[in-house]
């Protein structure tokens, strides 16, 4: 009989490896690391609990070091199910052809990334000239792929527009580069910042946002297209079935910043896609 705990990684060097089991009788999940590992564990134990009463199995969790990984492990079926941006479901679909995305949160249909900074001259982007600028990972939609090509559509292009261009690969780390002056400016998705600043871990009297990108698709949790349609389907149902009336639920929803999920299709992310190979993303 299978023991029906939760299997956590922490500790764990944080790489895809053999941790991911391929046995069907374990989900296997990962994240986009858009914000530190710690963070990414403490936010999904209560979910990961959630899903292996609903689903009756155990569920395993492991942070990876970059965006890709999350990638190579659904192509690979390392991963089952993955918390992806926008962009990197759009590099998922690509590259396996067939990954699905399940749900998402009603937010992420009209997302928004907040651009930042700690000086107080700056009014707008055209103020960034010749400035330093942090972007999150390469591959993150709210942190690069939509404030660029955002910036690109205005006539700005980012490596004629800042003296230095940084990748800082989190969105919490691109507020603390600009918070202690690493940077003279960042972008972040809204949600984080809206979370750090309501946690009191970025000082509002330091940083400030000066500009908001247009509202695009971004998040949703997918699974790798070739999962047992019947697991696909109850994963799709938990998820679901999550009630901001039930106290419980909501403690994991606000942990993901959920209001609720709702189902989303591939179609969603076709204006991702096309942003990606606009800004030369996508070959």
């Known amino acids: 009989m299978i023991r029906r705990t939760l299997s956590w990684a922490a500790g764990v060097a944080l790489c895809l490896s053999s941790s991911f089991s391929l046995a069907a009788d374990v989900l ?47 192509a690979s079926d390392r991963v089952d199910l993955a918390w992806l941006g926008g962009f990197t479901f759009v590099q998922a679909r690509i590259k396996t052809g067939n990954a699905i995305p399940l749900v998402q949160r009603e937010q992420d249909a009209t ?105 695009y698709y971004d998040y949703n949790w997918t699974v790798r297209g070739n999962l047992d349609p019947a697991l696909t389907a109850k994963i799709k149902a938990a998820f679901l079935a999550l009630d901001p009336a039930n106290p419980e639920h909501k403690a994991i929803l606000d942990l993901q910043a959920a209001s609720r999920f709702i189902e989303t299709a591939p179609e969603n992310y076709q204006g991702i896609e096309a942003a990606a190979r606009s800004a030369g993303l996508l070959q």
């Open 28 to 74: 296997n999940v990962s994240a986009i690391p858009d914000e530190a590992p710690t963070e990414l564990l403490r936010k999904f134990k209560p979910l990961g609990a959630y899903l292996e009463q609903q689903l009756g199995m155990p569920v395993q969790f492991t942070p990876v070091t970059d965006y890709a990984g999350v990638v190579e492990a659904l």
């Open 111 to 215: 997302f928004t990334s907040k651009f930042i900074t700690s000086d107080a001259s700056v009014k707008s982007v055209a103020d960034l000239k010749g400035k330093t600028f942090a972007f999150g990972s390469p591959s993150s939609t709210s942190g690069h792929l939509m404030p660029r090509y955002f910036m690109q559509q205005d006539g700005q292009v980012p490596e004629q527009l800042f003296s230095r261009i940084a990748f800082s690969g989190a969105h919490d780390a691109t507020a603390a580069w600009v918070e202690s002056g690493k940077v003279s400016a960042g972008v972040l998705n809204a949600s984080v910042w809206d979370k750090l600043v309501a946690a009191g871990k970025v000082d509002t009297s330091k940083v400030h946002v000066f500009a908001t990108t247009k509202p």
